[in-house]
Structures are given as C-alpha cells and as structure tokens.
C-alpha cells in the first residue's frame, strides 16, 4: 500500500490560526486517487505534496497511527485573531465587478439579453463566491513594485494589475453563470437560486443561447487581457466542463460506481474553474511558477471540497435553504459520494444502484442505507482533509509581511472552514 507523507503545518507569525498535524493516508477508498486524463492533474495529495515540499515539513507517522481518513489534530495558538468575513473584505469591489457584469452581458436583442442577465441582477447574482476568492487571491499574492521610481508610475502599474484581476474574476463569474444555465438544460431544472430556472422560465432554446452569449462575452474579455498563457488555461477550464458534463452523462456501471471517477468529473466540473482563475491571478502578477502552483492547489481543493459538501447537502438540505430541489443528484440518476460510501459498507446498495432511480421506491430503499452508513461524515471527512490542503497552500506562500496581504490570506484561510460549515 502506497502512503502519502504525514503533513505537520506549523503556525506562522501574523495570519496562521493554527497548527494542524496529518496523520498518515492510506490510498483505500478514504483517500481516493484521481484518474490521470490529463497530465497536469494528480491526486490532491500527490500534486500538493509535490509543490509543498520546500515549505512544509514532511514526517513518516507511525503504523499505529496510520488508520485512513484519520482527523487532522488541532492547536489553537494563544493569541485570539479577529473574527475576519472574507466577503465583506472586498465588499466594495465586489459591487465594481458586479455592476461591469451587467454591463458586460447587455445584447442587442431584448429577449436574449433578457435572458443573459437573469442571474447578474441585483438579488439573486448569489453569494459571487468565485470573484471573492480571486479578489483575496489576488491580494494575498500582492508584491511591492519597485522597479519604478516615480510613485505615480507605481501607482498605475498598480491599479492596470488590479483591473487586470478584476476582469478575470469577470470573466470566471460568467463561465461560472453560462455553466449553470446549460447544466438546468440538461438536468431539467426547475428552479435555481430559489427562483425559477431560466429554461423554466424561457424555454431551453433561449437558455441554452444565453449560455453561449455569456461564454463569447468571456471570450472577448478574455481576448483583451492579451496573455496567451492566461487564455489558454481558461480555454482548458471551459474545456473541463464539457469533458465533466459528458462523463456525468455517458458512465459505465462501473464507473458510476468508481471514487476515481467520481473524483476526477468533480475536478472538471467544479474545481478546475476555481483553480485554473486562481493560478491566472497569479500569472498576472509576474508571480514565479512556484507560487502559481500554489494559488492553483488552493483553488483545486477548496473546489473539491465545496462539491463534496454540495453533494452531502443534496441529502441533508431543504430545497428551501438549497434554493433548488434537494434530492436532485439520486433523482437524476447521480451518484455521488455519500452514496459511494456508503455502498462501501453495504455492497447490496450496488444492486439498486444498477438498477437506477426511476422507481421512487429504489430512491427511498438508497436512502435507507445511506441513513444506516457513514457515508455523509465520510464525505465531510474527505472534504474537510481537502479544506485543510487548501490552507495548506495559502501557508506556503512567501512570507509578506504587509497587514493586509496577511489579512487577505487569513480570509482564504477562513473560506475554506466556511465551505465546509456551510448549511447552503
């Protein structure tokens, strides 16, 4: 059996909250290896001990503490930090990115552009998670620029860098918003956001065109920022979704039943948005490729964790909180991780699981067994373990010691404990 290091992560001076110690991984179904279509993408823990290396310090655990899936031991250091919410942190530029997306989506056509702003108007753009990363993102990697003398050439410099971000948490909302769209098509939603999808509410055609719409408004931003590097991996990030959207569609029974599989459709379809936007902040910035890397693994496993924690409130969410129906994912035929899991524990689920979920009756004999197995604390466990190489990353960064670069770092850090407290 293959092990994965233990990971000891030591406070630092100025933004570390804690000190979590990993105990050893074994690489059973507890701490899934992902496939390997692509060549850039490995296990989380393989990748992230990869580009950890020179910050952390690695230790061989005990076989006696070796068990998989174990919890991370936490310290709270002496000193009580202030209550940071990474949202109210950039408030303000939220509102700018905001108020340029719905500028950025206005057709020619009433009904289309009707349909492009449905989910960009005030109340229900949600909670704008991705542009809040980015924004965090793109402070905590913040460096002094020195190479100009004068201080209003710094200061352009500066602000064309910022604006530069901003379109990129613009252009990651609007891949992001026409992914939903095309999604509600495909799975025949009816609501999203707790207010009627737009398919529901204009017909497929018009939603499926809005998509593309917001996909060529992203390109055209895209185009403006005149980096091929940072074209190229957002071009990747849209051909993520497709490919995770076609394996949703087309699985084999084994691999619907595969936690490899699972995992790596889940990296297409939610992480790799967030990881590959996180890691072009950093390229924009002039950052070395150790620090992309970095900002890259911090968006790859807060993604991972917040579909793991999506697809446990699937079973334990109301359609009220959820703002879309609960039980959605089974319902469609969806298996995700609490159920693979829990087919762990009871082999029989395979039987009804082969058999598929149009009977209402094998929906509720799945959820039987699920409610008899860990399968939702295995999930959060695994999430959780994701959280924690998320944060991990954000430790790794070069030591800064401007307050508010260790700020925004603090808030990347409590991101990753909201996505994995979060109720909705």
């Given at each position: 059996m293959m092990y994965a290091r233990g990971l000891t992560r030591l406070s630092r001076s100025g933004y570390a909250r804690s000190r979590w110690v990993y105990s050893s991984l074994g690489s059973s179904s507890n701490a899934p290896l992902l496939l390997e279509h692509s060549s850039h993408f490995r296990s989380p823990f393989q990748s992230s001990q990869e580009v950890l290396g020179c910050r952390v310090i690695y230790s061989w655990v005990s076989s006696a503490l070796s068990s998989v899936g174990q919890q991370a031991q936490f310290q709270s250091n002496s000193a009580v930090e202030e209550q940071l919410d990474p949202f109210s942190l950039v408030a303000d530029e939220l509102s700018l990115v905001a108020n340029r997306l719905r500028s950025m989506v206005v057709a020619e056509v009433p009904k289309l552009a009707s349909a492009a702003e449905y989910f960009?108007?005030?109340?229900?753009?949600?909670?704008?998670?991705?542009?809040?990363?980015?924004?965090?993102?793109?402070?905590?990697?913040?460096?002094?620029?020195?190479?100009?003398?004068?201080?209003?050439?710094?200061?352009?410099?500066?602000?064309?860098?910022?604006?530069?971000?901003?379109?990129?948490?613009?252009?990651?909302?609007?891949?992001?918003?026409?992914?939903?769209?095309?999604?509600?098509?495909?799975?025949?939603?009816?609501?999203?956001?707790?207010?009627?999808s737009l398919n529901f509410v204009m017909g497929n055609k018009l939603a499926v065109l809005a998509g593309d719409f917001l996909l060529s408004r992203a390109c055209v931003a895209l185009a403006s920022l005149k980096n091929t590097e940072v074209v190229s991996l957002l071009a990747k990030v849209v051909e993520h979704l497709v490919t995770g959207e076609t394996m949703q569609m087309t699985t084999t029974s084994d691999q619907r039943c595969s936690m490899e599989y699972y995992m790596q459709k889940t990296y297409y379809k939610t992480a790799s948005l967030i990881s590959n936007s996180s890691k072009a902040i950093a390229l924009l910035a002039g950052q070395t490729a150790e620090v992309s890397t970095?900002?890259?693994?911090?968006?790859?496993?807060?993604?991972?964790?917040?579909?793991?924690?999506?697809?446990?409130?699937?079973?334990?969410?109301?359609?009220?909180?959820?703002?879309?129906?609960?039980?959605?994912?089974?319902?469609?035929?969806?298996?995700?991780?609490?159920?693979?899991?829990?087919?762990?524990?009871?082999?029989?689920?395979?039987?009804?699981?082969?058999?598929?979920?149009?009977?209402?009756?094998?929906?509720?004999?799945?959820?039987?067994?699920?409610?008899?197995?860990?399968?939702?604390?295995?999930?959060?466990?695994?999430?959780?373990?994701?959280?924690?190489?998320?944060?991990?990353?954000?430790?790794?960064?070069?030591?800064?010691?401007?307050?508010?670069?260790?700020?925004?770092?603090?808030?990347?850090?409590?991101?990753?404990?909201?996505?994995?407290?979060?109720?909705?």
């Open positions: 960009f108007k005030l109340g229900v753009e949600g909670k704008r998670f991705r542009p809040t990363v980015l924004l965090l993102m793109a402070t905590a990697l913040d460096v002094p620029i020195l190479r100009q003398s004068h201080e209003a050439a710094v200061d352009t410099l500066s602000l064309e860098l910022r604006s530069r971000q901003q379109c990129i948490a613009e252009i990651t909302e609007m891949i992001h918003v026409a992914s939903l769209l095309h999604d509600d098509v495909l799975d025949d939603a009816d609501t999203r956001r707790g207010i009627g970095l900002a890259y693994e911090y968006g790859k496993n807060l993604g991972l964790a917040f579909q793991l924690i999506d697809d446990v409130l699937d079973f334990t969410g109301t359609s009220t909180t959820l703002g879309k129906g609960s039980l959605s994912d089974i319902r469609h035929g969806i298996i995700t991780a609490p159920i693979l899991f829990a087919m762990e524990e009871f082999p029989e689920l395979r039987d009804v699981v082969d058999q598929g979920f149009e009977n209402s009756a094998n929906v509720d004999l799945a959820l039987e067994y699920l409610s008899k197995s860990r399968g939702i604390q295995r999930t959060r466990e695994l999430a959780a373990k994701h959280a924690r190489l998320a944060s991990a990353a954000i430790d790794a960064l070069p030591e800064n010691d401007d307050e508010v670069v260790q700020r925004s770092r603090r808030a990347l850090v409590e991101l990753t404990h909201i996505v994995i407290t979060r109720t909705k």
